[in-house]
């Protein structure tokens, strides 16, 4: 029974002080446009927002070269017979004319989204397919046979490297 009494006075107690030092640690609410409750302008907003954009605009400045390009739009590229077309992660490309085969750094490969199937290093690449690059080190490469020009749609990131291993400027 004394413990029952005893635990009640403890929590009696916990609830004052906890009242208490919430009000004294500024617990209540401020008066709107206060010290401690301000106001926030347009102008501020504004300004805070155009740092955020010219900081976001220097990122992506001081991260491109000049061999790759990025973009949402889709960009018509020729394929010379002796290069390669490396998409970023996430890139789209779309074979438009000539042969062209899967090139891959490992035993993974790219989806082909048209049919639903992946198409991994060496196999041919069928035209007006849509190929989803997973991630970098993948892309496409003239078939030997082929004899006719190759252009090639793609959306995101690439890179073009000739049979020397340079990057080939777009």
Do not use: C, W
Request: glycine share 8%.
């Amino acid at each position: 029974m004394k413990t029952k009494h005893f635990v009640m006075l403890f929590v009696f107690l916990s609830l004052i002080s906890f009242t208490a030092f919430g009000q004294a640690s500024g617990g209540t609410t401020s008066e709107p446009g206060s010290v401690d409750d301000p106001l926030v302008t347009k102008s501020y907003l504004e300004q805070k927002l155009n740092d955020i954009l010219s900081n976001k605009s220097q990122v992506d400045k001081s991260t491109s070269t000049e061999t790759e390009v990025s973009s949402n739009n889709l960009t018509i590229v020729e394929l010379k017979q002796n290069q390669t077309l490396y998409g970023g992660s996430g890139s789209e490309i779309i074979v438009r004319s000539g042969k062209v085969l899967a090139v891959s750094s490992d035993e993974s490969g790219m989806a082909d989204v048209t049919i639903g199937k992946d198409i991994t290093a060496g196999m041919p690449v069928e035209l007006n397919h849509l190929l989803i690059v997973p991630r970098e080190g993948r892309g496409i490469k003239p078939d030997p046979k082929n004899k006719q020009d190759i252009f090639v749609m793609v959306r995101g990131s690439y890179s073009i490297v000739d049979a020397d291993g340079k990057k080939v400027t777009p």
